[in-house]
């Protein structure tokens, strides 16, 4: 099942849905961000990369993070009452920050943070889909298929870029017995399970019409774009040289991110 959406689209969704989306994306990430810095301020300090960051410089004081990261939790917690008469979203609010809050602890004992890292950030389209069509998911739990297909996509997408990212610390965390595909596996082969996880990415994107019908050519242009802009992310970084994995990190998931964003409105917008 699903629902087309045409140029009055925005008339049949309440501002408060669009705010609470809003605020509870910027909490969630502040909340789980601010925790992150918390619980790695000592692995950070022994870094050379990370030794620089607020907590480990003395810029910013524990008790001033936590209470951040604190307020941070308790507005996303109240910013789900902007769903009511839906209920679900206060309900698994406190479940969904304790899963974010999760991954900071991760690497400490498994490789598989990065994909934990993912899943947290795929949570959204559920989350957001299940915020504002709750009662629907319910009666039919099938409708579900679209957030998970676009899930799917954003979890195998960030791992990816992920273990990228991590590529950096390789040194630091074996000498610190932390646990990432880098640290287990050698840079060349978690360089490979990166390419891997973004191959499922393109492919998670292009089912998304198959369960979603309402995408079209436009959608299907922009998936070719994130496809071509993943292979010139992985032509930057090598076994050999990672002097550019900020700029594949940074610079080309933040146009593929807005990118696809904007493409995919577009194409709903005039379908």
Known sequence: MYV???????????????????????????????????????????????????LPAGILTTAQVTLFAAACGLAFIASTLLFLPNRLPLHLSVPVLLFL??????????????????????????AAWIAIRGEIVLEQPNDLLPPLVLGGAVLAWVAGFD??????????????????????????AALRLAAACHLVTIVMLACLPVVYPPFGWIYGA????????????????????????????????????????AVGTIDLWFS
């Open 163 to 188: 273990i990228l990212y991590a590529c950096q610390d390789f040194d630091h965390d074996r000498a610190a017995g932390l646990h990432s595909v880098p640290a287990r596996l050698g840079i060349p």
């Open 101 to 126: 809050f999760g991954y900071s602890y991760a690497k400490r004992f498994t490789a598989l943070a990065h994909f934990w890292l993912g899943a947290a950030l795929a949570i959204s389209p559920v």
């Open 4 to 54: 087309p959406l045409s140029f009055d689209w925005l008339s049949e969704v309440l501002w408060r849905e669009i705010c609470g989306i809003l605020l509870c994306m910027i909490f969630a990430r502040s909340a789980a961000m601010a925790f992150n810095r918390l619980a790695d301020r000592r692995l950070d300090a022994t870094n050379p990369r990370t030794a620089t960051r607020h």
């Open 222 to 261: 922009g998936v070719v774009a994130v496809a071509c802009l993943l292979v010139y992310e992985h032509a930057l970084v090598r076994p050999d040289d990672l002097a550019r994995v900020n700029t594949a990190f940074f610079n080309v998931n933040a146009v593929i991110s807005l990118g696809l964003l």
